[in-house]
């Protein structure tokens, strides 16, 4: 802890979000080369798939890479630098391309990233043509299609990333496991938003599995068994990304119900509207009084979560303490998280950067 | 040619049939074991999870298996019998679980194998949780996340098959090309689907790329590189594979539009009744004399074909000739595709394998 908690001078705090910018943009560069030169391969003068050849590319490029980041890291932990395993690492994001594409035609999200979600676009595009049939369902199917593309293209990217067969062989149980509790994660968020509303402890379990596992554990495992660390390692490792991944879910279900749309690239509570039972909803719940236990039911009951509905909520769980609290535990993770990363074990530049890193999934706006 | 006609004596027909028996349950049992373990891993003791572990196992053991059987008569060019690669082609079986059970969600199609397709059971089964929300809209994403666990499985049981990594170095091109033509091919039907009718010759197009490379070329390829045969076979097997593949799809238009519902598990006419722009309603409306168009015209604009109007389809395809022109042009195809196999490169018990597996394509019922 001391060393980390040393390490977090201006100048290295500089250095290393510097870092995770530029390997950042390297990621998505080769993530957007690979989807492009595939796009070409399978689309190249066919009508339908001339929107897939700017489409695809472009959704590419949009993301912020934390999952590449955290699997670069991994590896940094036990290996130099390596244009091979940045290869391996963006493979990632392709990975995460999917699950964003299906996601958004199962939850009906008319937007990603400020723009209209891939399904939206190829039901336009289905319009523009003049066709017959309806088209938000031409435009569904389409962004399921897409989205099996990216799935089966992370794994062929990373298979040819350049990384030797032997290093190939220790990531694939991590990335197995990322793939298969991505979709069981997801079944369970279906289930949970089904259910009116889930305990804590539920939803902490789904939590857990979908974004614990997913968005750091994972990846951080992941390039770290590439680069043949050592179970000493990863096991720090496990344990940072647990904590981590909950504070990073924490922060997203925050920016969910508060964010700002301009920045988020979202509706002004996008989560509220899609009553999604999110740890924030299932808190201020947990945390209500009796009048405002009334409230809450009563905003359960809508039919329609319009904006006046969105302000109550939102005030709503300001009043219950539920806002602040997540804060606090958000906190709370963070600090045990970088806890958990042994100097003894954990070499002093990928501390930095889980540091860095950890600042990153916790403090952003988007 | 002379070696194939010669080898098509009723005991060859019958050991070849025989044999593609006992493999085709083999990969059948290979499957259902490899689904059954992954579910058990990611679902035991889940709720949502209960219907997985039933389900998807069942679901994977009621195939044709005709995919792993041609992967596995391509290896049998080059290698001995071996149980991985029995496991090797079995994988492709998984592939096409994924395809069907997302394809059913796209086309809103109830029935798969005479039973409820998946996404039927899942909404029926939200329905009998009681749960608040849509049924309908639970079942298809709950569906479609399965089959993505399908994809994603197919390629971890084809990596852990026990192949040889330099064996499995030469089947990736092909598996993943195999993997990309079919969500293409998909891609490309629904497109076909939405316009009026397409012009026949484009209709081959599509139904090359989503047929006849994905159920007989692709997997033929695939099988013969993993078992390390030379560039003079591969390119017969690919030529017997696109006509092979182009006669498989004839005959499964003609089941679409005139099979047996109590042998194919469909409603009969399920083609007609989706208005599916089929090689046989392409053929028919290329064939219709005068008044045929007029009747055709009218049929095409039904607001709902019901089973009257099916029966009035049904009529006017073999009022035009293009059911028996159907026949021969499977007959044909067929007739080419085993005269591409050359008896000096193509070993004898593969050729009697292929021969078999033709027939059994292009003669069934369901």
Redesign the interface.
């Given at each position: 802890m001391t060393a980390i908690m040393t390490a977090g001078s201006a100048a290295v705090d500089e250095a290393a979000a510097g870092w995770l910018d530029t390997t950042g943009r390297r990621c998505l560069a080769e993530a957007h080369e690979f989807v492009s030169a595939?796009a070409a391969?399978?689309?190249s003068g066919?009508?339908?798939?001339a929107l897939?050849e700017t489409a695809l590319p472009e959704f590419v490029a949009g993301g912020k890479c934390l999952r590449p980041l955290f699997a670069y890291v991994g590896w940094r932990c036990g290996q130099p630098e390596s244009p091979a395993a940045v290869r391996a690492a963006a493979a990632l994001e392709l990975l995460h391309c999917?699950a964003l594409v299906?996601d958004d035609?199962?939850d009906g999200s008319p937007l990603r990233r400020g723009r209209p979600a891939l399904h939206v676009r190829f039901a336009r595009w289905?319009e523009e043509?003049g066709?017959?049939?309806p088209a938000s369902?031409?435009g569904e199917?389409?962004a399921?299609?897409?989205g099996?593309?990216f799935?089966?293209?992370s794994?062929?990217m990373l298979?040819e990333s350049g990384l030797a067969?032997a290093q190939l062989a220790r990531g694939?149980r991590h990335y197995?496991l990322m793939?298969?509790?991505l979709?069981?994660g997801?079944?369970?968020d279906?289930?949970n938003?089904?259910?009116?509303l889930p305990s804590w402890d539920t939803l902490l379990d789904v939590l857990r599995r979908k974004s614990g596992n997913y968005t750091v554990r994972r990846p951080l495992e992941f390039g770290a068994a590439l680069a043949g660390c050592g179970p000493e390692l990863l096991a720090g490792l496990a344990e940072f990304g647990g904590l981590l991944g909950e504070a990073f879910q924490f922060r997203d279900d925050l920016l969910g119900a508060f964010g700002d749309p301009a920045v988020t690239g979202k509706p002004a509570g996008q989560d509220l509207r899609d009553r999604k039972a999110s740890s924030v909803v299932v808190l201020a719940a947990a945390m209500a009084g009796r009048r405002q236990q009334a409230e809450l039911a009563e905003l359960l009951e809508l039919a329609t979560v319009d904006d006046e509905a969105v302000a109550r909520w939102q005030d709503l769980i300001v009043a219950t303490g539920a806002r602040d609290r997540m804060g606090e535990l958000i906190a709370e993770r963070a600090g045990k998280a970088l806890a958990a990363i042994d100097p003894a074990v954990v070499p002093r530049h990928a501390a930095d950067l889980l540091a860095a890193l950890a600042a990153r999934c916790t403090e952003r706006d988007r």
């Open positions: 595939r391969e399978h689309f066919r009508s339908e798939g897939a999917f299906q035609v199962m289905h043509q066709w017959a049939g369902r031409f199917s389409a399921i299609l897409f099996d593309l799935l089966v293209w794994e062929q298979r067969a694939w197995d793939r298969a509790e979709a069981a997801q079944l369970a279906l289930v938003d089904a259910r009116a």
